[in-house]
Protein backbone atom coordinates (compact mmCIF):
# COMPACT_ATOMS: atom_id res chain seq x y z
CA UNK A 1 0.00 0.00 0.00
CA UNK A 2 1.55 3.58 -1.15
CA UNK A 3 1.96 5.77 1.37
CA UNK A 4 0.20 8.85 2.80
CA UNK A 5 3.27 10.68 4.05
CA UNK A 6 4.55 12.17 1.00
CA UNK A 7 5.33 15.94 2.00
CA UNK A 8 6.97 18.62 0.45
CA UNK A 9 9.61 21.57 1.94
CA UNK A 10 8.75 24.87 1.95
CA UNK A 11 10.47 27.57 3.55
CA UNK A 12 12.27 24.84 5.43
CA UNK A 13 9.07 23.15 7.01
CA UNK A 14 7.68 19.95 5.64
CA UNK A 15 4.53 20.32 3.84
CA UNK A 16 1.88 16.98 3.96
CA UNK A 17 0.61 16.63 0.71
CA UNK A 18 -2.56 14.11 1.43
CA UNK A 19 -2.55 13.32 5.17
CA UNK A 20 -2.54 17.02 6.14
CA UNK A 21 -5.12 17.94 3.25
CA UNK A 22 -7.70 15.22 4.39
CA UNK A 23 -7.24 16.41 8.21
CA UNK A 24 -8.07 20.20 7.12
CA UNK A 25 -10.58 19.33 5.13
CA UNK A 26 -12.32 17.64 8.29
CA UNK A 27 -10.76 19.77 11.00
CA UNK A 28 -8.13 22.97 9.86
CA UNK A 29 -7.76 23.27 13.52
CA UNK A 30 -5.88 20.60 13.98
CA UNK A 31 -3.37 20.65 11.13
CA UNK A 32 -2.40 24.39 11.81
CA UNK A 33 -1.68 23.40 15.58
CA UNK A 34 1.04 21.24 14.55
CA UNK A 35 2.46 24.04 12.40
CA UNK A 36 2.25 26.37 15.58
CA UNK A 37 2.83 23.82 18.27
CA UNK A 38 6.47 23.88 17.57
CA UNK A 39 6.89 27.69 17.55
CA UNK A 40 4.52 28.17 20.65
CA UNK A 41 7.20 30.43 22.59
CA UNK A 42 7.06 33.19 19.76
CA UNK A 43 3.54 33.46 19.69
CA UNK A 44 1.09 34.58 22.09
CA UNK A 45 -2.06 32.65 22.50
CA UNK A 46 -4.20 36.15 21.25
CA UNK A 47 -2.17 35.83 17.90
CA UNK A 48 -3.07 32.15 17.28
CA UNK A 49 -6.57 32.83 18.28
CA UNK A 50 -6.74 35.25 15.27
CA UNK A 51 -6.69 32.70 12.84
CA UNK A 52 -10.34 31.96 14.11
CA UNK A 53 -9.97 28.50 14.72
CA UNK A 54 -10.45 27.29 17.96
CA UNK A 55 -7.00 25.10 19.82
CA UNK A 56 -7.43 22.71 21.92
CA UNK A 57 -4.47 21.32 23.75
CA UNK A 58 -1.95 19.81 21.95
CA UNK A 59 -2.36 16.23 23.64
CA UNK A 60 -5.93 16.24 22.70
CA UNK A 61 -4.93 17.01 19.20
CA UNK A 62 -2.09 14.72 18.48
CA UNK A 63 -4.56 11.69 19.60
CA UNK A 64 -6.39 12.48 16.73
CA UNK A 65 -3.33 11.54 14.34
CA UNK A 66 -3.12 8.22 12.31
CA UNK A 67 -0.99 6.52 14.68
CA UNK A 68 2.78 5.69 13.84
CA UNK A 69 3.76 2.18 13.55
CA UNK A 70 7.12 0.45 13.79
CA UNK A 71 8.87 0.49 10.43
CA UNK A 72 6.76 3.18 8.73
CA UNK A 73 9.42 5.96 8.73
CA UNK A 74 9.90 9.31 9.86
CA UNK A 75 7.48 10.73 11.47
CA UNK A 76 6.28 13.64 8.64
CA UNK A 77 2.90 14.38 10.97
CA UNK A 78 4.63 16.56 13.23
CA UNK A 79 5.24 20.84 11.98
CA UNK A 80 2.88 20.21 8.74
CA UNK A 81 0.77 22.61 6.96
CA UNK A 82 -1.45 22.33 4.13
CA UNK A 83 -1.61 26.57 2.88
CA UNK A 84 -3.78 25.77 -0.31
CA UNK A 85 -6.45 24.69 1.28
CA UNK A 86 -7.00 27.85 3.61
CA UNK A 87 -8.77 30.82 3.04
CA UNK A 88 -7.00 33.63 1.49
CA UNK A 89 -7.43 35.46 4.62
CA UNK A 90 -6.28 33.04 7.19
CA UNK A 91 -3.28 32.08 4.81
CA UNK A 92 -2.28 35.37 4.89
CA UNK A 93 -2.21 35.97 8.75
CA UNK A 94 -0.79 33.00 9.37
CA UNK A 95 2.31 33.23 7.27
CA UNK A 96 2.72 36.53 7.96
CA UNK A 97 3.44 35.10 11.75
CA UNK A 98 5.75 32.51 10.38
CA UNK A 99 7.39 34.61 8.58
CA UNK A 100 6.88 38.57 9.47
CA UNK A 101 9.58 39.93 6.77
CA UNK A 102 8.82 37.79 3.96
CA UNK A 103 5.80 37.97 1.52
CA UNK A 104 2.64 36.11 2.25
CA UNK A 105 0.23 37.38 -0.04
CA UNK A 106 -0.60 34.12 -1.01
CA UNK A 107 -1.83 30.75 -0.06
CA UNK A 108 -0.52 29.61 -2.75
CA UNK A 109 3.12 30.85 -2.58
CA UNK A 110 6.12 29.33 -0.02
CA UNK A 111 7.33 32.76 2.08
CA UNK A 112 9.49 34.70 -0.19
CA UNK A 113 11.37 38.23 -0.14
CA UNK A 114 8.94 40.59 -2.65
CA UNK A 115 10.60 40.94 -5.29
CA UNK A 116 10.81 44.26 -6.69
CA UNK A 117 13.04 44.52 -9.12
CA UNK A 118 12.12 45.95 -12.32
CA UNK A 119 11.16 42.66 -14.18
CA UNK A 120 10.68 39.81 -13.28
CA UNK A 121 7.99 40.90 -10.72
CA UNK A 122 5.53 39.50 -8.45
CA UNK A 123 3.16 37.14 -9.63
CA UNK A 124 -0.46 36.44 -9.18
CA UNK A 125 -1.34 33.20 -7.61
CA UNK A 126 -4.27 32.63 -10.20
CA UNK A 127 -0.98 33.11 -12.77
CA UNK A 128 1.23 30.98 -11.15
CA UNK A 129 -1.54 28.03 -10.84
CA UNK A 130 -2.01 28.47 -14.64
CA UNK A 131 1.71 27.46 -15.15
CA UNK A 132 0.97 24.44 -12.67
CA UNK A 133 -1.35 23.24 -15.32
CA UNK A 134 -1.26 19.11 -16.36
CA UNK A 135 0.57 18.21 -19.74
CA UNK A 136 -1.58 18.60 -22.65
CA UNK A 137 -0.82 18.71 -26.61
CA UNK A 138 0.48 21.51 -27.85
CA UNK A 139 -2.59 21.11 -31.04
CA UNK A 140 -5.27 19.99 -28.91
CA UNK A 141 -8.73 21.79 -28.94
CA UNK A 142 -8.39 23.04 -25.47
CA UNK A 143 -4.90 24.68 -25.96
CA UNK A 144 -5.61 26.04 -29.64
CA UNK A 145 -8.49 28.03 -27.95
CA UNK A 146 -6.25 29.04 -25.15
CA UNK A 147 -3.45 30.58 -27.39
CA UNK A 148 -5.95 32.26 -29.68
CA UNK A 149 -7.53 34.08 -27.10
CA UNK A 150 -4.12 35.08 -25.70
CA UNK A 151 -2.80 36.60 -28.90
CA UNK A 152 -7.01 38.51 -29.31
CA UNK A 153 -6.62 39.44 -26.13
CA UNK A 154 -2.70 41.02 -26.51
CA UNK A 155 -4.59 43.24 -29.35
CA UNK A 156 -6.78 44.78 -26.73
CA UNK A 157 -3.81 45.54 -24.58
CA UNK A 158 -2.01 46.86 -27.53
CA UNK A 159 -5.23 49.18 -28.19
CA UNK A 160 -5.19 47.91 -32.04
CA UNK A 161 -8.41 47.03 -33.88
CA UNK A 162 -6.60 46.87 -37.40
CA UNK A 163 -6.89 43.06 -38.55
CA UNK A 164 -3.97 43.69 -40.76
CA UNK A 165 -2.06 44.37 -37.40
CA UNK A 166 -0.08 40.79 -36.22
CA UNK A 167 0.11 39.51 -33.01
CA UNK A 168 3.25 37.10 -32.43
CA UNK A 169 3.77 35.09 -28.76
CA UNK A 170 7.24 33.03 -29.31
CA UNK A 171 9.11 30.99 -26.66
CA UNK A 172 12.42 33.39 -25.28
CA UNK A 173 13.33 36.40 -23.48
CA UNK A 174 12.52 40.29 -24.68
CA UNK A 175 15.55 40.05 -26.08
CA UNK A 176 13.67 38.05 -29.32
CA UNK A 177 12.29 40.97 -30.24
CA UNK A 178 14.85 42.33 -31.52
CA UNK A 179 15.94 39.13 -33.11
CA UNK A 180 12.28 39.48 -34.56
CA UNK A 181 12.68 43.15 -36.01
CA UNK A 182 16.02 42.91 -37.31
CA UNK A 183 15.89 39.65 -39.00
CA UNK A 184 12.80 40.24 -41.17
CA UNK A 185 12.13 43.94 -40.66
CA UNK A 186 15.54 44.98 -41.16
CA UNK A 187 17.97 43.95 -44.51
CA UNK A 188 21.28 44.22 -44.77
CA UNK A 189 22.42 47.61 -44.99
CA UNK A 190 19.16 49.33 -44.12
CA UNK A 191 19.86 52.78 -42.03
CA UNK A 192 18.03 52.46 -38.54
CA UNK A 193 18.23 55.44 -36.17
CA UNK A 194 18.39 54.24 -32.69
CA UNK A 195 17.28 56.43 -30.13
CA UNK A 196 19.69 56.14 -27.15
CA UNK A 197 18.52 56.11 -23.38
CA UNK A 198 20.96 53.69 -21.65
CA UNK A 199 21.76 49.82 -21.78
CA UNK A 200 19.05 48.38 -23.54
CA UNK A 201 18.80 50.96 -26.40
CA UNK A 202 22.80 50.18 -27.03
CA UNK A 203 21.62 46.88 -26.89
CA UNK A 204 19.15 47.23 -29.31
CA UNK A 205 21.89 48.81 -31.74
CA UNK A 206 24.17 45.92 -31.03
CA UNK A 207 21.69 43.38 -32.27
CA UNK A 208 20.75 45.15 -35.43
CA UNK A 209 24.13 45.84 -36.56
CA UNK A 210 24.33 42.00 -36.55
CA UNK A 211 21.72 41.51 -38.89
CA UNK A 212 23.54 43.94 -41.13
CA UNK A 213 22.04 47.12 -40.51
CA UNK A 214 23.67 50.86 -40.80
CA UNK A 215 23.06 51.90 -37.58
CA UNK A 216 23.65 55.58 -36.17
CA UNK A 217 22.89 56.24 -32.72
CA UNK A 218 21.61 59.60 -31.25
CA UNK A 219 22.46 58.91 -27.28
CA UNK A 220 21.73 61.04 -24.95
CA UNK A 221 23.23 61.82 -21.61
CA UNK A 222 22.66 59.26 -18.75
CA UNK A 223 19.63 59.72 -17.25
CA UNK A 224 17.89 62.15 -19.79
CA UNK A 225 16.42 61.35 -23.52
CA UNK A 226 17.18 62.62 -26.90
CA UNK A 227 15.28 65.90 -27.94
CA UNK A 228 12.54 65.95 -30.32
CA UNK A 229 14.63 68.94 -32.25
CA UNK A 230 17.72 66.72 -32.02
CA UNK A 231 15.48 63.57 -33.70
CA UNK A 232 14.09 65.61 -35.89
CA UNK A 233 17.41 66.80 -37.48
CA UNK A 234 18.71 63.51 -37.75
CA UNK A 235 15.75 62.01 -40.20
CA UNK A 236 16.27 64.98 -42.08
CA UNK A 237 20.15 63.98 -42.66
CA UNK A 238 19.42 60.80 -44.07
CA UNK A 239 16.54 58.24 -45.19
CA UNK A 240 15.86 55.77 -42.66
CA UNK A 241 13.78 52.29 -42.86
CA UNK A 242 12.99 52.64 -39.20
CA UNK A 243 13.75 54.37 -35.69
CA UNK A 244 14.15 52.50 -32.87
CA UNK A 245 12.53 53.87 -29.19
CA UNK A 246 13.01 52.19 -25.72
CA UNK A 247 9.69 53.47 -24.45
CA UNK A 248 11.34 53.05 -20.43
CA UNK A 249 15.11 51.98 -20.17
CA UNK A 250 15.25 49.40 -17.20
CA UNK A 251 18.57 50.70 -16.92
CA UNK A 252 18.09 54.15 -16.05
CA UNK A 253 14.36 54.48 -15.42
CA UNK A 254 13.82 56.95 -18.39
CA UNK A 255 10.80 57.47 -20.42
CA UNK A 256 10.51 58.47 -23.90
CA UNK A 257 7.77 60.62 -25.25
CA UNK A 258 5.70 57.69 -27.36
CA UNK A 259 2.98 59.99 -29.17
CA UNK A 260 5.14 62.73 -29.68
CA UNK A 261 7.95 60.77 -31.16
CA UNK A 262 5.63 59.24 -33.74
CA UNK A 263 4.13 62.21 -34.56
CA UNK A 264 7.70 63.82 -35.22
CA UNK A 265 8.73 60.72 -37.71
CA UNK A 266 5.20 61.08 -39.83
CA UNK A 267 5.51 63.90 -40.13
CA UNK A 268 9.19 64.35 -41.15
CA UNK A 269 9.89 61.00 -42.57
CA UNK A 270 6.38 59.36 -43.16
CA UNK A 271 7.96 56.03 -45.09
CA UNK A 272 10.24 55.28 -41.52
CA UNK A 273 8.97 52.42 -38.99
CA UNK A 274 8.18 53.33 -36.01
CA UNK A 275 9.73 50.05 -33.69
CA UNK A 276 9.34 50.42 -29.69
CA UNK A 277 10.96 48.41 -27.37
CA UNK A 278 8.29 47.87 -24.74
CA UNK A 279 9.59 45.22 -22.36
CA UNK A 280 9.72 47.74 -19.51
CA UNK A 281 6.41 49.43 -20.07
CA UNK A 282 3.71 47.60 -22.07
CA UNK A 283 0.65 46.99 -19.36
CA UNK A 284 2.10 50.06 -16.66
CA UNK A 285 2.61 53.00 -19.21
CA UNK A 286 -0.10 53.40 -22.19
CA UNK A 287 0.59 52.46 -25.53
CA UNK A 288 -2.16 53.36 -27.85
CA UNK A 289 -0.99 50.99 -30.98
CA UNK A 290 -3.33 52.34 -33.32
CA UNK A 291 -3.72 55.99 -32.48
CA UNK A 292 -0.12 56.68 -32.04
CA UNK A 293 0.96 55.07 -35.10
CA UNK A 294 3.22 52.63 -34.12
CA UNK A 295 4.51 50.32 -36.26
CA UNK A 296 6.17 47.59 -33.86
CA UNK A 297 6.27 46.75 -29.96
CA UNK A 298 8.17 44.12 -28.59
CA UNK A 299 7.97 43.58 -25.19
CA UNK A 300 8.24 40.53 -22.82
CA UNK A 301 5.95 38.26 -20.31
CA UNK A 302 7.82 38.94 -16.82
CA UNK A 303 7.42 42.44 -16.43
CA UNK A 304 4.39 44.56 -15.85
CA UNK A 305 2.21 41.98 -17.95
CA UNK A 306 2.40 39.48 -14.53
CA UNK A 307 3.51 36.36 -15.98
CA UNK A 308 6.63 34.34 -15.87
CA UNK A 309 9.50 34.94 -18.03
CA UNK A 310 9.72 32.67 -20.91
CA UNK A 311 7.71 34.52 -23.28
CA UNK A 312 8.63 37.30 -26.62
CA UNK A 313 5.65 38.95 -26.70
CA UNK A 314 4.94 41.40 -29.97
CA UNK A 315 2.68 43.70 -32.31
CA UNK A 316 3.07 44.50 -35.86
CA UNK A 317 1.25 46.75 -38.12
CA UNK A 318 0.29 46.28 -41.79
CA UNK A 319 3.32 48.71 -42.46
CA UNK A 320 5.72 46.47 -41.13
CA UNK A 321 4.22 43.01 -42.11
CA UNK A 322 4.37 45.16 -45.62
CA UNK A 323 7.91 45.61 -45.42
CA UNK A 324 8.52 41.71 -44.49
CA UNK A 325 7.00 40.54 -47.00
CA UNK A 326 8.61 42.95 -49.68
CA UNK A 327 12.25 42.34 -48.66
CA UNK A 328 14.66 41.15 -50.99
CA UNK A 329 16.21 38.69 -49.53
CA UNK A 330 14.89 35.77 -47.07
CA UNK A 331 14.80 36.69 -43.33
CA UNK A 332 18.34 36.10 -41.85
CA UNK A 333 16.98 33.32 -38.64
CA UNK A 334 15.47 30.15 -38.76
CA UNK A 335 13.41 30.00 -35.18
CA UNK A 336 13.19 33.95 -35.57
CA UNK A 337 11.55 33.73 -39.12
CA UNK A 338 8.19 35.44 -39.58
CA UNK A 339 7.69 33.16 -42.61
CA UNK A 340 8.09 30.31 -40.04
CA UNK A 341 5.59 32.04 -37.63
CA UNK A 342 2.97 33.72 -39.09
CA UNK A 343 0.99 31.14 -40.50
CA UNK A 344 1.18 29.13 -36.83
CA UNK A 345 0.20 32.96 -34.97
CA UNK A 346 -2.89 33.35 -37.47
CA UNK A 347 -4.16 29.51 -37.45
CA UNK A 348 -4.06 29.64 -33.69
CA UNK A 349 -5.82 32.79 -33.44
CA UNK A 350 -8.66 31.16 -35.77
CA UNK A 351 -8.67 28.50 -33.05
CA UNK A 352 -6.82 26.09 -36.15
CA UNK A 353 -4.17 23.57 -35.13
CA UNK A 354 -0.96 24.52 -36.41
CA UNK A 355 2.91 23.64 -35.65
CA UNK A 356 6.70 25.35 -36.72
CA UNK A 357 8.18 24.66 -33.25
CA UNK A 358 6.59 23.37 -29.92
CA UNK A 359 4.78 26.68 -27.01
CA UNK A 360 4.68 25.98 -24.05
CA UNK A 361 1.12 25.36 -23.18
CA UNK A 362 1.95 26.13 -19.17
CA UNK A 363 2.87 29.37 -19.92
CA UNK A 364 0.74 30.34 -22.43
CA UNK A 365 -1.83 29.44 -19.62
CA UNK A 366 -0.31 31.73 -17.53
CA UNK A 367 -0.20 34.80 -20.01
CA UNK A 368 -3.77 34.17 -20.51
CA UNK A 369 -4.68 34.32 -17.14
CA UNK A 370 -2.70 37.15 -16.36
CA UNK A 371 -4.14 39.23 -19.61
CA UNK A 372 -7.25 38.14 -18.47
CA UNK A 373 -6.97 39.76 -15.03
CA UNK A 374 -5.57 43.04 -17.10
CA UNK A 375 -8.57 43.18 -19.36
CA UNK A 376 -11.05 42.34 -16.76
CA UNK A 377 -10.74 46.14 -15.89
CA UNK A 378 -10.35 49.26 -17.90
CA UNK A 379 -7.01 49.80 -19.05
CA UNK A 380 -7.14 53.36 -17.97
CA UNK A 381 -7.57 52.65 -14.45
CA UNK A 382 -4.80 50.45 -14.63
CA UNK A 383 -2.42 53.31 -15.69
CA UNK A 384 -4.03 55.67 -13.14
CA UNK A 385 -3.14 53.18 -10.37
CA UNK A 386 0.82 52.93 -11.62
CA UNK A 387 1.05 56.23 -12.23
CA UNK A 388 -0.08 56.73 -8.59
CA UNK A 389 2.29 54.16 -7.08
CA UNK A 390 4.81 55.76 -8.99
CA UNK A 391 4.11 58.97 -7.62
CA UNK A 392 4.40 57.63 -4.02
CA UNK A 393 7.54 56.69 -4.75
CA UNK A 394 9.14 59.05 -5.67
CA UNK A 395 7.74 61.33 -3.30
CA UNK A 396 9.50 59.24 -0.42
CA UNK A 397 13.14 59.13 -2.67
CA UNK A 398 12.97 62.17 -2.47
CA UNK A 399 11.68 62.60 1.28
CA UNK A 400 14.97 60.29 1.78
CA UNK A 401 16.56 63.24 0.23
CA UNK A 402 17.52 61.28 -2.75
CA UNK A 403 18.19 61.88 -6.15
CA UNK A 404 16.95 59.82 -9.09
CA UNK A 405 18.84 59.00 -12.18
CA UNK A 406 16.22 60.46 -14.55
CA UNK A 407 16.16 64.04 -12.66
CA UNK A 408 13.11 65.35 -15.33
CA UNK A 409 9.68 64.43 -13.58
CA UNK A 410 8.62 64.28 -17.67
CA UNK A 411 11.38 61.73 -18.17
CA UNK A 412 10.51 58.86 -15.59
CA UNK A 413 8.98 55.52 -15.64
CA UNK A 414 6.17 54.88 -13.70
CA UNK A 415 6.94 51.01 -13.44
CA UNK A 416 10.14 52.13 -11.63
CA UNK A 417 12.61 54.03 -10.18
CA UNK A 418 16.24 54.04 -10.43
CA UNK A 419 17.63 56.22 -7.50
CA UNK A 420 21.41 57.33 -6.62
CA UNK A 421 23.16 55.98 -3.38
CA UNK A 422 23.88 58.55 -1.05
CA UNK A 423 27.95 59.79 -0.89
CA UNK A 424 28.82 56.64 1.40
CA UNK A 425 26.56 53.98 0.72
CA UNK A 426 27.50 51.05 -1.84
CA UNK A 427 25.11 49.07 -3.19
CA UNK A 428 26.79 45.95 -1.81
CA UNK A 429 26.06 47.42 1.64
CA UNK A 430 22.84 48.16 0.94
CA UNK A 431 20.80 45.58 -0.81
CA UNK A 432 21.74 42.77 1.24
CA UNK A 433 20.31 45.13 4.05
CA UNK A 434 16.78 45.35 2.21
CA UNK A 435 17.10 41.55 1.79
CA UNK A 436 16.98 40.78 4.81
CA UNK A 437 13.82 42.62 5.37
CA UNK A 438 12.12 40.72 3.06
CA UNK A 439 12.58 42.89 -0.25
CA UNK A 440 14.76 42.67 -3.24
CA UNK A 441 15.79 45.48 -4.84
CA UNK A 442 18.63 45.90 -8.36
CA UNK A 443 21.47 47.08 -8.58
CA UNK A 444 23.04 49.20 -11.26
CA UNK A 445 23.60 48.26 -14.92
CA UNK A 446 24.31 51.28 -17.12
CA UNK A 447 28.07 50.58 -17.65
CA UNK A 448 28.73 54.51 -16.60
CA UNK A 449 26.99 54.77 -13.57
CA UNK A 450 26.82 50.82 -12.84
CA UNK A 451 27.85 50.89 -9.18
CA UNK A 452 26.55 54.58 -8.06
CA UNK A 453 22.69 53.51 -8.00
CA UNK A 454 19.92 51.01 -7.59
CA UNK A 455 16.94 50.26 -8.66
CA UNK A 456 13.36 49.50 -7.69
CA UNK A 457 10.31 47.79 -9.51
CA UNK A 458 6.99 49.31 -9.12
CA UNK A 459 4.45 47.12 -11.33
CA UNK A 460 1.54 44.44 -11.76
CA UNK A 461 0.30 43.12 -8.55
CA UNK A 462 2.51 44.74 -6.56
CA UNK A 463 0.59 47.81 -7.47
CA UNK A 464 -2.68 46.64 -8.54
CA UNK A 465 -3.40 45.03 -5.24
CA UNK A 466 -3.06 47.45 -2.29
CA UNK A 467 -3.91 44.92 0.30
CA UNK A 468 0.06 43.12 -0.70
CA UNK A 469 1.53 46.14 1.21
CA UNK A 470 4.84 45.67 -0.97
CA UNK A 471 5.49 49.28 -1.73
CA UNK A 472 4.33 50.18 1.92
CA UNK A 473 7.18 47.36 3.21
CA UNK A 474 9.79 48.33 0.25
CA UNK A 475 9.79 52.22 1.38
CA UNK A 476 10.03 51.24 4.75
CA UNK A 477 12.52 49.24 4.43
CA UNK A 478 14.90 51.68 2.33
CA UNK A 479 14.85 54.41 5.22
CA UNK A 480 15.62 51.74 8.03
CA UNK A 481 18.64 49.70 5.57
CA UNK A 482 20.19 53.51 4.46
CA UNK A 483 20.03 54.23 8.51
CA UNK A 484 21.42 51.14 9.12
CA UNK A 485 24.47 51.83 6.69
CA UNK A 486 25.22 55.01 8.67
CA UNK A 487 23.07 57.40 6.23
CA UNK A 488 20.93 60.43 7.40
CA UNK A 489 17.91 61.20 6.53
CA UNK A 490 17.74 65.22 6.05
CA UNK A 491 16.04 67.24 8.31
CA UNK A 492 12.68 68.63 7.27
CA UNK A 493 11.73 65.88 4.63
CA UNK A 494 8.77 64.24 4.91
CA UNK A 495 6.96 61.88 2.57
Known sequence: MASNNRTCNINGKRYLDNTANLLLMTNPSLVIWKCLKRKRRFLQSDARAS???PFLAPRRRRSALP??????????????????????????RLLSMLSPNMSSSSSLQAPHATLLIPGPIEFDDAVLS?????????????????????????????????????????????????????????????????????YFSDGFADCLRVYGANVTELRA?????????????????????????THVDTSTGVLNDLPTLSELVRRVAPETLVIVDGVCSVACEEIDFDAWGLDAVVTASQKAIGCPAGLSISMFSARAM????????????????MANWTPIMQNYEAFKPSYFATPSPQLIRALHTALSQIMAKPLTDRFVLHLAASNRVKRAV????????????????????????????????????????????????????????IRLGHMGVSVTDPDRGDLDRAINALEESLAECGYKKPEGKAE
Open 51 to 53: LGF
Open 67 to 92: ARTAGSGPDTTDDTIATSLLPRSVSR
Open 130 to 198: SMSHFSESHVGPAFVRTFGETLSMLRKLFQTSDPAAQPFVLSGSGTLGWDLVAANIIEPGDEVLVLGTG
Open 221 to 245: PVGTRPKPEEVEAALKEKKFKAVTI
Open 322 to 337: HAFRSRQTPPAAYFAS
Open 398 to 453: AALGLKQVAANPDEQAHGMTAIYLPEGVTAADLLPRLASRGVVFAGGIHKEIASKY
